[in-house]
């Protein structure tokens, strides 16, 4: 698979032609539905490219409990730091169904060993992770109510029938898990609901805009 054009994103586009011709050689295209995991904690390293879709990346503890460190969409690159440290940390899994482009973590590694441009590029690619993990944490504790909330939907949410993303959790329990008042997550809804990002179902919250709560979560996406 080869494709002379620049387009791929990221680290991708950095490297040397002949070295992501190389890479794209044997590269081969996957199709995730939602709720599929592309791979676990403790897998052997391999870097995807995201065409289409919504990934989620999550560490998980010994008692089993997740949480989402990044949202993968299309045009960024997954598995770059594993392919120089080794072993993933992290799971993926997709939140819209997904396309994905896989390529050897190996191959890229062994570029990278021996020309310095492709290091570098890998580098940055690394040092841009490290930049976001740190916006994620900054996020966390100085976000506002509309931006915890949009990341916590997207956390809880689980595959639901035709295709969607559903969330089972009540007013409160969300209030609780954003460090907020009900009333406060109750209004933040509301403003969902008439964004058009959520609706209302017996049993709990159809996510109708998971990309736009992607954008809110991150602080690129103001009310309206």
């Known amino acids: 698979m080869s494709r002379s054009a620049s387009g791929w994103g990221g680290l991708l586009d950095r490297l040397p032609e002949a070295v992501r011709d190389r890479l794209l050689t044997e590269a081969h295209r996957i199709e995730v539905p939602r709720g599929g995991v592309v791979y676990r904690s403790g897998d052997p390293p391999r870097c995807v490219l995201v065409t289409a879709g919504l990934l989620r990346v999550f560490l998980t503890s010994p008692q089993g409990r997740q949480v989402t460190v990044r949202h993968a969409r299309p045009g960024e690159l997954l598995g770059v730091a594993a392919a120089v440290a080794g072993p993933s940390q992290v799971g993926v899994q997709a939140l819209l169904d997904s396309g994905l482009l896989l390529f050897s973590a190996a191959a890229l590694s062994r570029e990278a060993r021996r020309d310095a441009q492709v290091a570098w590029a890998v580098a940055e690619e690394v040092s841009q992770r490290l930049y976001e993990a740190m916006s994620q944490i900054a996020a966390n504790a100085f976000g506002s109510v509309r931006e915890r909330l949009a990341r916590e939907l997207l956390d809880s949410a689980v595959p639901g029938k035709q295709g969607t993303l559903v969330v089972h959790a009540t007013q409160q329990q969300l ?23 959520v609706r209302t179902r017996p049993g709990g919250l159809v996510l109708s805009g998971a990309e736009a709560l992607v954008r809110i979560g991150a602080g690129e996406l103001t009310q309206g």
């Open 175 to 197: 209030a609780e898990a954003v460090g907020s008042a009900r009333e406060v997550v109750a209004r933040t809804l509301r403003s969902f609901r008439e964004e058009g990002l």
